[in-house]
């Protein structure tokens, strides 16, 4: 009776091992899942902090610092400021934490401006944003871990304005009719992966359908 002992024993520890799910039917995690996964950004010392705003200086951008602010349920904006003027008007833009702002100005300039003149042989007017801050879980879906707009770590892009006036959004350009269009979207998406922690688009899941989403968390993905 005792040599049967340690066998049984042994598949209850093992057991205890295996995540809760379906046994051998539980399925790898995915890329997607892997998102929800993504670890915050770390905390920015102040040196750090001086360091990003003088840099911000030198890209001259305009800009505000903002004090540390937490707002309850874990949500909060800390090294943050908030962008005044960065060479292209843009919209709705909150607190944004000092790495992101100038990861997202350097992306304006660099890339968003870039490839309008490349390929619509025009300046962009204005970038439309539905904003940056936003205490709310991924994907706004409640019991998911908190979204990097919780922290002022993510910024969602969602249109574009040429100079003449022209504008298209993330939404009807991505899948549309008008090749330029589509050509621009994915130079400026595909060259926010190589500048930003994550960035989401339409082809990532249906929440992004209409929106770039960009962050700085310390994971990298890109769909």
């Not at 904006?77 to 909150?94: D, E, R, Y």
């Not at 439309?128 to 892009?157: K, M, W």
Request: glycine content about 8%; some cysteine.
């Amino acid at each position: 009776m005792k040599m049967r002992v340690w066998p049984i024993l042994s598949l209850l520890v093992l057991a205890g091992c295996i995540p809760a799910g379906r046994g051998p039917e539980r399925r790898a995690p995915t890329r997607r899942s892997a998102v929800t996964q993504a670890a915050p950004a770390p905390a920015l010392s102040d040196a750090a902090l001086r360091q990003c705003q003088a840099d911000l200086r030198r890209a001259g951008v305009s800009f505000q610092a903002l004090p540390d602010r937490s707002f309850g349920g874990g949500c909060d904006a800390t090294a943050s400021v908030k962008l005044v003027a960065i060479g292209t008007p843009i919209t709705n833009l909150g607190a944004m934490r000092c790495p992101l702002a100038l990861a997202f100005s350097r992306w304006v300039s660099q890339v968003a401006q870039v490839e309008a003149e490349r390929i619509f042989g025009q300046p962009l007017r204005r970038i439309e944003s539905f904003g940056t801050y936003a205490c709310r879980p991924v994907n706004g879906q409640a019991g998911r871990r908190l979204s990097e707009h919780a922290h002022a770590n993510a910024v969602d892009i969602s249109a574009f304005v040429l100079a003449d006036g022209t504008r298209f959004t993330v939404k009807d350009g991505w899948g549309g009719e008008d090749e330029r269009v589509r050509a621009y979207l994915r130079a400026v998406h595909d060259a926010g992966c190589r500048r930003f922690g994550v960035v989401l688009g339409p082809d990532a899941n249906a929440y992004h359908r209409d929106h770039f989403h960009f962050d700085m968390a310390s994971s990298r993905y890109c769909r």
